[in-house]
């Protein structure tokens, strides 16, 4: 249960939830525990953004749907395997910019159904898609704890690392001091467009199957 204070430091907070995960076997047509299946949802999903990340084509092969609302530095899922006949538990730590509550608002509206994807298999949940933001935010309340000691580098931004990542590679090579002046980084939400020559953008889906198929 939460201490009621949310822990910050230098304008980023941090969000440790810990749930239970359902102890019976998912309702579909293959026998599978809630903790197996959703140990497979998560190396999927790690190894798409594996792909995207150390990939050597440029193009990534699916929209970055948590980065382009640039509020959020890490996340890590992990499953808390349960000893001595204590249920298997979920883990998630967040570090964002930011208060709470707005966080948790962009969470709900924007990236809830990612969130459902995971979250459903634990105890309790309530699917954003079917409840209020009230009850969404109370679940979470519920089974946030708080840590008790916090170390964060430096409070820069998601979006000043972006802006000053942007900066770095416009002075490479040739520095123009115009395009630096004009240079900005993209409003949060805003995404570059998917490529539209066919060629790249078979190779974009060509390359999630792969990690798909551990599913």
Not at 145 to 169: K, M, N, P, Q
Not at 181 to 195: I, K, Y
Request: charged share 25%.
């Amino acid at each position: 249960m939460a201490r009621g204070n949310d822990v910050q430091l230098g304008g980023i907070t941090d969000l440790v939830l810990l749930a239970d995960i359902k102890p019976d076997f998912v309702d579909a047509l293959e026998v599978v525990s809630h903790v197996d299946r959703l140990r497979k949802v998560l190396r999927t999903l790690n190894a798409l953004r594996l792909g995207s990340r150390e990939s050597s084509s440029p193009a990534s092969p699916f929209t970055d749907i948590v980065a382009r609302w640039r509020i959020v530095h890490s996340f890590r899922w992990a499953v808390v395997e349960g000893v001595n006949g204590a249920p298997d538990r979920l883990l998630l730590n967040v570090n964002f910019d930011g208060g709470w509550e707005p966080y948790m608002r962009v969470i709900w509206d924007q990236l809830g159904s990612t969130l459902d994807l995971i979250l459903c298999h634990t105890q309790g949940y309530p699917l954003c898609c079917h409840c209020s933001f009230e009850t969404y935010a109370r679940w979470v309340r519920e089974h946030e704890i708080s840590a008790d000691f916090l170390f964060i580098e430096s409070g820069r931004t998601v979006a000043d690392a972006d802006y000053l990542a942007r900066l770095e590679a416009a002075q490479r090579g040739n520095p123009d001091e115009l395009k630096a002046d004009r240079l900005r980084a993209p409003s949060s939400g805003q995404v570059t467009p998917l490529p539209t020559d066919p060629a790249e953008r078979f190779a974009m889906a060509a390359r999630g199957l792969v990690p798909l198929a551990g599913l």
